[in-house]
């Protein structure tokens, strides 16, 4: 059975849809409220015991094994990589094994991500490793695996084609250069900044996110007259940051800030306020503008349901990187608007139907609700509610640097409220995400470590599943209900901050 309102036939008709079904829930109603006495039992309990106890699946041998295993198979032939894991399909006659996308496509920095945030942890934490015996021989292998990776998007820190750069260059490059002291690493995450720095349109006060959108209805090519941003484009702008804090290139910075205003007059819809009185804000995926002089053209979606809804990970993107952006400017600007996607988010959360909580055998507690939908305005299968485990895992990631930031102002009860919602989005995700085909690290004279399977006929690559791509019936390709690089990628981050925060 499917719940909500099906896809009306015109755009007209989605956008009043969805505008009804947020502001049906733009009024918290008492048995979903977000009090700051009652966020979550699965929060306060969380914060109440070792985040490492209760998140021990975020520090596991699994993870690493499976890791080491992709890392390893996915270079047969194909060395050096022109083609790096992507997703792994979940459905019952899938072999369990990732799919790998041309090396040239935005998500090519996850999986090196992946490699060199188990180097940092067995680097700087090695506590947090789950005991692993044998540590340096294991560095050492990702060591080498990890340079196998990453050594190839040195080429891409001069592409000027896309606005991806942050997502292709930092997983891998931040970390040689700051825990390795690679100087390459360095100078290609600077060169990535000057390169994004070219899609600054100084007309519309942004860096241009996709040279062209085409899709069943819709295509947009000429860049004359149009001009492209993305919600996801908030994540970008760390680089930007990033290289103007190591070189004192100031111009860099400012066009960050400005695509960050540009981005809250454009895409973050004001939805009302909690019962405490906070603001939250949704979002919508993409807005076309006029290069020329900057006016507004149309707003709509590429991955979510529709022009008006709430794309989950579009969401997602928007709380890390206002998370993000705050944490280097300290502008409260972007603080409201931190706050106020992560309310909606929550709210979003809090408000899905009851068919998104699944009985658990293991745990008196239902699981699944902070598992997000992958729109909230999307209709529901009731008996297969369609998720997204990476807006989740990128939200928490998001819901840490924001409790961070705001525990150094000394807001300590919003600083409490926001790492709530990150440890009981992570902890909801490994109880129903995190894929029950376990790996671990085997070791061999003359071959070193690899990551087999606990159980032969048991093989999944990805750590979590139950993520979804791209779920937009217009789009040309539509793929979901997978693991997903970058899912793991920020599952594994999560841990790691956790860790620099000594939560865990």
Same mark, same amino acid.
């Given at each position: 059975m499917i719940s909500a309102a099906t896809s009306s036939s015109s755009e007209s008709e989605d956008e009043r849809s969805a505008e009804s079904t947020r502001s049906d829930s733009s009024t918290l109603s008492s048995d979903t409220s977000v009090s700051d006495s009652a966020i979550s039992s699965r929060g306060k ?25 992709? %890392? ?75 340079? %196998? ?87 970008n702008l760390d680089l930007l940051f990033y290289a103007a804090a190591h070189t004192g290139q100031k111009e860099l910075a400012d066009a960050a800030m400005t695509h960050a205003k540009t981005l809250i007059n454009t895409l973050l819809r ?80 809090? #408000? ?43 939200? %928490? ?14 807001? #300590? ?24 085909? !376990? ?25 979590? !599943?139950?993520?979804? #791509?791209?779920?937009? %019936? ?31």
């Open positions: 309990e969380a914060t109440l015991s070792p985040l490492s106890s209760t998140l021990s699946g975020l520090f596991s041998e699994n993870v690493i094994a499976k890791i080491l295993h992709t %890392a390893t198979w996915a270079l047969q032939d194909n060395t050096p990589p022109v083609y790096y894991p992507e997703y792994v399909p979940q459905t019952p006659d899938a072999a369990g094994r990732y799919e790998l996308r041309e090396k040239d496509f935005w998500t090519c920095g996850f999986f090196p991500g992946c490699i060199y945030s188990i180097i940092e942890r067995l680097v700087k934490h090695s506590q947090a490793t789950d005991g692993i015996e044998q540590t340096q021989e294991l560095l050492a292998k990702l060591l080498d695996l990890g340079a %196998a990776w990453s050594d190839p998007l040195h080429e891409f820190a001069f592409r000027t084609d896309t606005h991806d750069m942050s997502f292709m260059i930092q997983p891998s490059m931040r970390v040689r250069w700051e825990v390795l002291g690679d100087h390459k690493a360095l100078d290609s995450i600077v060169t990535a900044a000057r390169s994004l720095f070219t899609r600054y349109n100084a007309n519309v006060g942004a860096v241009r996110a996709w040279d062209v959108l085409t899709q069943n209805g819709v295509t947009i090519t000429d860049m004359n007259e149009n001009f492209l941003i993305i919600i996801d484009s908030m994540c004001p939805e009302g306020k909690t019962k405490e009185g906070r603001s939250m804000y949704s979002t919508f995926h993409v807005a076309n503008f006029d290069p020329r002089d900057g006016t507004i053209k149309q707003k709509m979606t590429g991955q979510g349901y529709n022009a008006s809804s709430t794309w989950a990970r579009g969401q997602s993107w928007a709380i890390l990187g206002y998370s993000q952006t705050y944490m280097w400017t300290k502008d409260p600007e972007f603080l409201d608007a931190a706050c106020g996607v992560a309310e909606y988010f929550w709210h979003r959360l809090l #408000a899905s139907p009851a068919c998104v909580e699944q009985a658990d055998a293991d745990d008196s507690r239902a699981k699944g609700r902070y598992v997000p939908l992958w729109d909230f305005d999307a209709p529901v299968d009731e008996f297969a509610p369609l998720r997204d485990s990476s807006a989740g895992v990128i939200a %928490a990631n998001g819901l840490l640097i924001l409790s961070q930031a705001l525990a150094g102002s000394g807001d #300590a009860e919003s600083s409490a409220r926001y790492l709530n919602m990150a440890t009981t989005i992570m902890e909801d995700t490994l109880r129903f995400s995190l894929a029950p085909e !376990k790996a671990r690290l085997t070791w061999s004279d003359g071959n070193g470590p690899t990551g087999t399977d606990v159980y032969p006929d048991a093989h999944f690559e990805a750590i979590l !599943k139950n993520a979804t #791509a791209n779920h937009n %019936a217009k789009d040309f390709k539509r793929y979901w209900d997978h693991g997903l690089v970058y899912g793991d990628y920020y599952f594994l981050e999560f841990g790691n901050r956790l860790i620099k925060m000594g939560l865990a």
